[in-house]
């Protein structure tokens, strides 16, 4: 199990992160596997058999003779000829030609004075019908004047049986066959297709990926809510409440946040996100919120932006008059600085993942980079560090939005270690190396 569990654990992962793909692939399965079954039913056969008289018989077998008897033969051809059969179609259920009629009749015989006429159809009302049918037109017919050879006695031994239940079993076994077949095929074809959508794929997930693609460590990763309206922003910023390993993530950054400041009684940060990744415009309201739950007095700063519509009910929300408290919403239109009563600002700023360009906000002490796992690629989170450091703001650290249930890794990029500086040999003169007696 040890060896097998890593080699499930990636097509698990793949069609876990693809379930609505594989689902509906699977649902489209079940339904192909269900009309074929619908479309295709089982058929059923039903037979009717009909006694001869065996005085015509007798006459006409040969004493001692071992092959098929020549009367019986006979018989066959005349049940499944064109006159019973042409007899027969009045009363056949559901309608059908008479080619059609010749296809689904077979003519046996059991005995040597037995004719059997088996029906096959898709439904057993059908069959039974077509087979009593053509038995009484058969009977009809070798009785009357015009039979070839000659009146024939002959009776209905047995009636063809309406076999329902029987028919419904094979039905149902006929479903129990191809539905579950078409879903699993449609799973299958899923998860070829998850898989090719994979390899295509460039978007990053895993935390070491994601800080590799800059450099840069991650400093937090947590889940984060994703308001669509004013009114989910005010909710997120007055009820925010994150869980027992959120808390310890959001207080780890805050403190090495607080650590790296220069000193000065306050500190501000800049979260830059994407435009095309709206969930992780929460990351820095959700760490402001969260700073201010602590006591510490912080203003969440909405300023200009690349795209406005990205931050637009985010910024309504914090432009709403709020009640006094340890977090203070401010919006402005240019880099103005922070009130000085405020020890911690939080910037909110989004940028075009194709042209970023840093919006003229405040300039704060660190910035941060927050993405989405699976929500932008390398090429995407360069471009942002590249424009970040054109404008004079290096990133200096990670928040991760949303991380993956199946990541394992932490983002932490190693640390070069310095090796002490290697003592060079040095040559002393002037001291003696004999002995002088």
């Not at 066959?76 to 042409?86: D, F, G, N, Q, R």
Request: charged fraction near 15%; charge should be positive; glycine fraction near 8%.
């Amino acid at each position: 199990m040890s060896q097998r569990g890593p080699g499930l654990r990636r097509p698990l992962q793949i069609v876990r992160r693809h379930k609505v793909l594989v689902g509906v692939m699977t649902a489209l399965g079940l339904l192909v596997g269900g009309g074929y079954a619908a479309y295709h039913p089982v058929e059923v056969t039903s037979t009717a058999l009909v006694l001869l008289t065996q005085t015509g018989q007798s006459s006409a077998t040969a004493p001692g003779s071992t092959g098929p008897d020549p009367y019986t033969v006979t018989q066959e051809v005349i049940a499944k000829s064109t006159p019973v059969l042409l007899g027969a179609l009045p009363h056949v259920r559901p309608a059908m030609s008479l080619a059609e009629l010749r296809q689904a009749i077979e003519i046996g015989s059991d005995t040597t004075y037995i004719i059997s006429v088996s029906a096959t159809e898709k439904s057993a009302a059908g069959a039974t019908a077509t087979a009593n049918a053509v038995a009484g037109s058969y009977i009809s017919y070798i009785g009357s004047a015009s039979s070839p050879d000659g009146r024939v006695q002959a009776q209905l031994f047995q009636q063809a049986t309406n076999g329902t239940e029987a028919g419904r079993v094979k039905q149902l076994v006929s479903n129990a066959i191809y539905i579950p077949i078409g879903a699993l095929l449609g799973a299958l074809m899923g998860i070829v297709v998850a898989v090719a959508v994979k390899r295509r794929d460039r978007r990053l997930r895993k935390r070491d990926e994601i800080a590799s693609s800059i450099g840069v460590g991650v400093l937090a990763s947590f889940p984060v809510d994703q308001p669509s309206s004013a009114a989910g922003w005010t909710r997120l910023l007055e009820d925010y409440e994150p869980g027992a390993q959120t808390a310890l993530q959001l207080r780890t950054a805050i403190k090495q946040l607080e650590d790296a400041s220069p000193g000065h009684g306050w500190w501000s940060v800049t979260v830059l996100s994407l435009s095309s990744d709206p969930r992780a415009l929460a990351l820095g309201p959700q760490l402001a919120v969260f700073a201010a739950g602590q006591g510490i007095r912080t203003a969440l700063v909405i300023g200009p932006q690349q795209d406005g519509k990205v931050t637009a009910a985010l910024r309504t929300a914090c432009a709403a008059p709020t009640e006094p408290g340890f977090l203070r919403p401010i919006v402005t239109d240019d880099d103005s600085d922070v009130p000085q009563d405020v020890t911690l600002a939080v910037v909110v700023a989004v940028v075009d993942g194709r042209n970023p360009q840093v919006p003229a906000t405040m300039r704060a002490t660190a910035t941060l980079l927050g993405v989405s796992a699976g929500a932008a690629t390398a090429d995407q989170l360069a471009r942002v560090a590249i424009s970040a450091v054109s404008d004079g703001r290096e990133i200096t650290g990670i928040l991760v939005a949303n991380p993956d249930s199946d990541d394992t890794t932490t983002g932490r990029l190693p640390q070069l270690v310095r090796r002490p500086p290697r003592v060079m040999p040095t040559r002393t003169t002037r001291i003696a190396t004999e002995i002088r007696r």
